[in-house]
Structure formats: structure tokens, C-alpha cells
């Protein structure tokens, strides 16, 4: 059994700060690539950013220069500053791993967290 399981989310005023985490955890061989997803309500899930496992990292233009995605062995951060209202949606942690003995990569999400930015 893999899981990715997230923490960080919650109510931050306009050009706060949040910091997300999303920790994988199981019978994992390798993990590639890690990202972050978000949705809001009515809209299709996009990606925020995300991070090979030789650390190169890929932002969405609507995030770049505000967020930073990082990671340290099975576990992948989010730093989200300067937020924004638009950036209200439910995040969601990403990971291709490849499990214990499996001969290929599969995709796994996490349960998401909410990230609330007032005005």
C-alpha cells in the first residue's frame, strides 16, 4: 500500500504565506517525479508545480516567482507566498512511484487540502 498524505492547508488573508507538505509512504521502490494540482470549485484540476527527482522544477506562469516546490526524499513541499484570492482551490500532492518488486511507475494523489485566500 502507497500513500501520499498532505498537510499545510488552511485560511490566510491576501499576500500570506502557507507552506503545504505531502509525504509518501509504503512499500516504495523509487519516486520520480512530485507535484502539486489544484482545483477550485467548478473548474478542472491544473498543475501548480512539480519536481523530478533530480530536483528540476516546472511552475505554472500564474505561480512562478510566488511559489516554490522542493523536496527531501519521499516528501515534497510547497512554499506559496504573496497569495492571491485566485489561488483558492483544493491542492492536491502527486507522486510517480514505482512500489516495492513492481516493474513500472504508477501515479498516486493525495486527499487534497483546502487553501482559502481572503481579500
Known amino acids: 500500500q502507497v500513500q501520499l498524505v498532505e498537510s499545510g492547508g488552511g485560511l490566510v488573508q491576501a499576500g500570506g504565506s502557507l507552506r503545504l507538505s505531502c509525504a509518501a509512504s509504503g512499500r516504495i521502490s523509487s519516486i520520480n517525479t512530485m507535484g502539486w494540482y489544484r482545483q477550485a470549485p467548478g473548474k478542472q484540476r491544473d498543475l501548480v508545480a512539480a519536481?523530478?527527482?533530480?530536483?528540476f522544477a516546472n511552475y505554472a506562469d500564474s505561480v512562478k516567482g510566488r511559489f516554490t516546490i522542493s523536496r527531501d526524499k519521499n516528501t515534497v513541499y510547497l512554499q506559496m507566498n504573496s497569495l492571491k484570492p485566485e489561488d483558492t482551490a483544493v491542492y492536491y500532492c502527486?507522486?510517480?512511484?514505482?512500489?516495492?518488486?513492481?516493474?513500472?511507475?504508477?501515479?498516486?494523489w493525495g486527499q487534497g487540502t483546502q487553501v482559502t485566500v481572503s481579500s
Open positions: 502527486n507522486a510517480d512511484i514505482r512500489r516495492l518488486f513492481g516493474a513500472t511507475f504508477s501515479t498516486y
Open positions: 519536481i523530478t527527482s533530480g530536483a
